[in-house]
């Protein structure tokens, strides 16, 4: 991890001294824009891989060469074995889009939607204090 993360660090530098010289040089809102957003992708990847990596401790079986599969097998997580949710989500930012498209009470309409169905996508599994 820490040397997908240093990578990660080296292209945030390279975007970080690319971006200043492409506006002076083209003068181009659009292109500008899409490298500043670039910078800020790949610095927000590198905080959080260097991060994660710091927190874990130790170098992780797939940065040392000498590493074995089995050092990685365990839980990875919890993942949903089935979910509406994001069906609603995607419904009703389809409802928030054609809401700019048709009319603000629309839009109105749809973010009340949107809110709803985030909230029953967090807390699909919740059950009391803490629980997952």
């Given at each position: 991890m820490r040397?997908?993360?240093?990578?990660?660090?080296g292209?945030?530098?390279?975007?970080?001294?690319v971006?200043?010289a492409?506006?002076?040089?083209?003068e181009?809102?659009?292109?500008?824009t899409?490298?500043?957003?670039?910078?800020g992708?790949?610095?927000?990847?590198?905080?959080?891989i260097?991060?994660v990596?710091?927190r874990?401790?130790?170098?992780?079986?797939?940065?040392?060469?000498?590493?074995?599969?089995?050092?990685?097998?365990?839980?990875?997580?919890?993942?949903?074995?089935?979910s509406?949710s994001?069906?609603?989500?995607a419904g009703?930012?389809s409802?928030?889009?054609?809401?700019?498209?048709?009319?603000?009470?629309?839009?109105?309409?749809?973010v009340?939607?949107?809110?709803?169905a985030?909230?029953?996508w967090?807390?699909e599994?919740?059950?009391?204090e803490?629980?997952?």
């Open positions: 040397a997908s993360g240093l990578i990660f660090a292209m945030t530098v390279f975007f970080g001294v971006t200043p492409y506006w002076v040089l083209s181009d809102p659009t292109g500008t899409a490298l500043v957003l670039t910078f992708l790949t610095a927000m990847l590198a905080f959080y260097l991060f990596a710091n874990l401790g130790g170098t992780p079986p797939e940065d040392r060469p000498d590493g074995e599969i089995y050092e990685a097998a365990g839980e990875l997580g919890f993942f949903a074995p089935k509406w994001p069906l609603f989500v009703a930012s409802v928030v889009v054609l809401g700019l498209v048709f009319g603000w009470w629309l839009a109105i309409i749809g009340a939607l949107l809110v709803g985030l909230f029953a967090v807390f599994f919740y059950r009391g803490w629980a997952h």
